[in-house]
């Protein structure tokens, strides 16, 4: 299986910061990287697919990039309703992976 | 839109089998830019991919739960299922129906199920 490694685990910032999370993938997983937030009690939403295609209904604030190994998503200027979890997941191979999540925080 | 919604027992007994239904709308379960899964989160914790099947009936499970897991859909009804076996207390988790959308570029889960909490108790 791939393991995908996110850092941090959780992040502190205030309104209006601009945030990177960091996903890691054990192997070249060129550009099969999907990011999901999550609210509490929610079921996770679709950001962005394919590294940094941005799903239709999403904020532009939010920007993904990376390929092989390394990926990243950015949040350009946080709003209130950005605190949540966020998820990186492969579907370079099967079983499709998760990162561990990272909880962004008010700070 | 795709609307996809969990029902089953939010009770189980441990040796006993998991089974959850998810119903499908807004569009066709025969599709075939579609996979549908299974997905589960323990309290507190991270997600974890169960499995996928499509509508011809092709599965593809997980292999830390293959020996456990069986999956069916159901066209006529619009439906697809998830039986695990032989549950123990960590298999208690928020369970997860989703979309699996895929093509040659790309394949992401892109709708969900708001998720149902089963327990695994005597």
């Known amino acids: 299986d791939i393991q995908m490694t996110q850092s941090p685990s959780s992040l502190s910032a205030s309104v209006g910061d601009r945030v990177t999370i960091t996903c890691r993938a054990s192997?070249?997983?060129?550009?099969?990287l999907n990011w999901y937030q999550q609210k509490p009690g929610k079921a996770p939403k679709l950001l962005i697919s394919a590294a940094s295609s941005l799903q239709s209904g999403v904020p532009s604030r939010f920007s993904g990039s990376g390929s092989g190994t390394d990926f990243t998503l950015t949040i350009s200027s946080l709003q209130p309703e950005d605190f949540a979890t966020y998820y990186c997941q492969q579907s370079y191979s099967t079983p499709p992976t998760f990162g561990q999540g990272t909880r962004l925080e008010i700070k | 839109q795709l609307q996809l919604q969990e029902s089953g027992p939010g009770l189980v007994k441990p040796s006993e089998t998991l089974s959850l239904t998810c119903t499908v709308s807004?569009?066709?379960?025969?599709?075939?830019?579609?996979?549908w899964g299974w997905i589960r989160q323990p309290p507190g914790k991270g997600l974890e991919w169960i499995g996928n099947?499509?509508?011809?009936?092709?599965?593809y499970y997980n292999p830390s739960l293959k020996s456990r897991v069986t999956m069916s859909v159901d066209t006529s009804k619009i439906q697809f299922s998830l039986q695990l076996s032989s549950v123990t207390a960590a298999d208690t988790a928020v369970y997860y129906c989703a979309a699996f959308f895929s093509n040659t570029w790309s394949s992401y889960f892109d709708s969900w199920g708001q998720g149902t909490l089963v327990t695994v108790s005597s």
């Open positions: 192997q070249s997983i060129s550009s099969y």
């Open positions: 099947i499509y509508y011809s009936g092709s599965t």
């Open positions: 807004g569009g066709s379960i025969s599709s075939n830019s579609y996979y």
